[in-house]
């Protein structure tokens, strides 16, 4: 009998503490939309939202600052730590509804540092990059104009304008710092790639051809980048090369590793490992609760699913341990009855793993802690 106890004690106990390796130390209320970006470092992390602000903080939950455009959206974030400060890409709307897409660079008493402005870029040339882009919007508020000439339709052609001093020519998907925090490296909707030096100096740009909604681009050297999905790009030499098959998935580096994950805008399935020197390849089962967004450490990765759950794995693709649960219910997913255990929509690791950090659909930031 009292073995028969034991053992469910043990059960009951493996159960209760099974994904606590990561607590959850801070909730923090402060953002009144959802959480659209996520940045990290040694000391400090920040959040981006869809309330257009964005603000850091250090890991005891304590906020440093918080920056707010009037119009517009924050679209990616990245520290450069041994500048202690942090890089925002913005689109900036005015009042007659121009466009301006801007990179800048804060310290943490949020005092503007620079902005990052491509000098080299023509009006004509982004007049003529933004028709092509746009001709299929342009022409239907065209025909809508002559259809309905009563309803004094007028085509919108608000085209950026070099002179509001631009970092791109389109909404900035991503930046990444090099490892050794010379070099960033940003990419917009357009897909046009362009390496600046950390002073704000453009360097080079680079258009990026692939069939990618949403393009993501991480630094593998000081001079070699991963671009979603599968474009490896030497920056120095200018030479590139494809790991094949994996168009369809998006990508996430894990030292020689990639793991490719499900993609929302495609018919992707399982996930993979991909070991770059092996070259071998390896399913990771997620019973269809696709990975939505990935973070890495030094020594783990972390899988956000559709269900709402955080997932840590090793580096070999063993499942560690699941958290995250504040919830139960259900929802559709590609025409799927699915679990929904939370609201999170974005996680971030610490560099060095020991914080993660979640955000989720109503403004809610959690800092987790490793327990272990």
């Not at 309330?51 to 250090?58: A, E, G, H, M």
């Not at 040339?125 to 239907?140: D, K, M, P, S």
């Amino acid at each position: 009998m009292n073995r028969l106890i034991l053992l469910l004690s043990l059960i009951l106990t493996n159960k209760l503490t099974y994904g606590q390796e990561f607590k959850a130390i801070k909730t923090i209320h402060k953002h009144s939309d959802k959480i659209t970006e996520i940045a990290t470092s040694d000391n400090y992390f920040a959040t981006g939202s869809s309330d257009r602000t964005v603000s850091t903080w250090d890991y005891n939950g304590k906020r440093l600052f918080k920056y707010t455009i009037s119009k517009g959206s924050i679209n990616a974030l990245c520290f450069i730590p041994d500048a202690n400060s942090l890089l925002v890409a913005i689109s900036e709307f005015n009042n007659d509804g121009y466009k301006r897409y801007i990179i800048k660079q804060f310290d943490m008493s949020r005092k503007l540092i620079t902005e990052f402005v491509d000098k080299t870029m023509k009006q004509e040339q982004v007049n003529q990059i933004y028709l092509e882009h746009n001709t299929g919007t342009i022409n239907a508020e065209i025909n809508v104009s002559k259809a309905f000439p009563t309803l004094n339709i007028v085509p919108s052609i608000n085209i950026p304008q070099i002179k509001d001093k631009l970092s791109h020519q389109e909404t900035i998907q991503d930046i990444k710092t090099s490892p050794n925090q010379q070099l960033l490296a940003s990419i917009d909707k357009y897909n046009f790639l362009k390496i600046w030096r950390i002073s704000g100096k453009f360097i080079k740009s680079f258009q990026i051809i692939n069939n990618k909604k949403d393009t993501y681009i991480y630094f593998l050297s000081d001079t070699t980048l991963l671009i979603t999905p599968n474009i490896i790009l030497n920056i120095e030499n200018n030479k590139s090369h494809k790991i094949v098959g994996f168009e369809d998935y998006m990508a996430t580096p894990l030292n020689d590793k990639i793991y490719f994950s499900f993609d929302y805008n495609k018919q992707s399935e399982s996930e993979k490992l991909y070991d770059n020197k092996g070259l071998q390849l390896k399913d990771i089962d997620l019973n269809e609760n696709y990975s939505l967004c990935v973070t890495t450490s030094n020594d783990k990765f972390g899988l956000l699913g559709v269900d709402g759950l955080i997932r840590l794995l090793s580096m070999n693709g063993e499942l560690l341990s699941t958290f995250g649960k504040d919830r139960s219910e259900e929802k559709t997913f590609r025409g799927k009855k699915i679990h929904l255990s939370s609201e999170i929509n974005k996680i971030k690791f610490s560099p060095n793993g020991e914080y993660l950090i979640s955000g989720d659909m109503n403004g809610k930031v959690i800092i987790w802690r490793n327990e272990k």
